[in-house]
């Protein structure tokens, strides 16, 4: 399993959930896509975890203008 954490603004790309056979890490991430998506919260980030060996995809995350910024608590930002 891979714990990563994901931040974007405006709605949360749900599609990217089954893509990346992922699902909410706990209770209140899933709070905040629904949040999201209700447009009741306008930057999010979320925790997420797949049990795939090929997730996350990063970039596909990317064309969505959302960032992976951690993966398995390693942070995937630059300088970081």
């Given at each position: 399993m891979?714990?990563?954490?994901?931040?974007?603004?405006g709605q949360f790309p749900i599609d990217m959930l089954r893509y990346d056979e992922a699902y909410p890490r706990t209770e209140s991430d899933s709070w905040k896509i629904e949040a999201a998506n209700k447009r009741e919260?306008?930057?999010w980030e979320i925790s997420l975890c797949?049990?795939?060996?090929?997730?996350?995809?990063?970039?596909?995350?990317?064309?969505?203008l959302v960032t992976v910024t951690e993966i398995d608590g390693v942070s995937t930002q630059q300088g970081a």
């Open positions: 891979k714990f990563f954490v994901v931040k974007g603004r919260i306008k930057e797949t049990t795939t060996r090929l997730g996350p995809t990063v970039d596909r995350w990317s064309s969505f």
